[in-house]
């Protein structure tokens, strides 16, 4: 079984700085990309960055040159560095990861989801 942690969510005054950091745990053979996700209160889930297994990112139009996304692939671990806050940042972070299953062999691949750190931009 895989489970992924998010941590590093909480209350801040806009302008400030924040670091999200999503661990991935378990069963794992490989992990492919990984996406941080934001959903705000009353709107859908949004997808604000990417990163490959290569480490190649993109970001959403909303965070870019604010946010940088980046992994520690020998931690199964991938962060997020948030500068210069908004009160429209605030959401539930979500991360997201494509993993291939297994010990020495790879047995399937799926994507799994944590269960969400809630972060909140005061102004």
């Known amino acids: 079984q895989v489970q992924l942690v998010e941590s590093g969510g909480g209350l801040v005054q806009a302008g400030g700085p924040l670091r999200l950091s999503c661990a991935a745990s378990?069963?794992?053979?490989?992990?492919?990309?990984m996406r941080w996700y934001r959903q705000a209160p009353g709107k859908q889930r949004e997808l604000v960055a990417v990163?490959?297994?290569?480490?190649?990112?993109n970001y959403a139009d909303s965070v870019k040159g604010r946010s940088t996304i980046s992994r520690d692939n020998a931690k199964n671990t991938m962060y997020l560095q948030k500068n210069s806050l908004k009160p429209e940042d605030t959401g539930v972070y979500y991360c997201?990861?494509?993993?291939?299953?297994?010990?020495?062999?790879?047995?399937?691949?799926?994507?799994?989801w944590g269960q969400g750190t809630q972060v909140t931009v005061s102004s």
């Open positions: 378990g069963s794992i053979f490989s992990i492919h990309a």
């Open positions: 990163i490959t297994s290569g480490c190649s990112t």
């Open positions: 997201n990861a494509r993993i291939t299953t297994g010990q020495a062999i790879p047995t399937v691949t799926h994507d799994y």
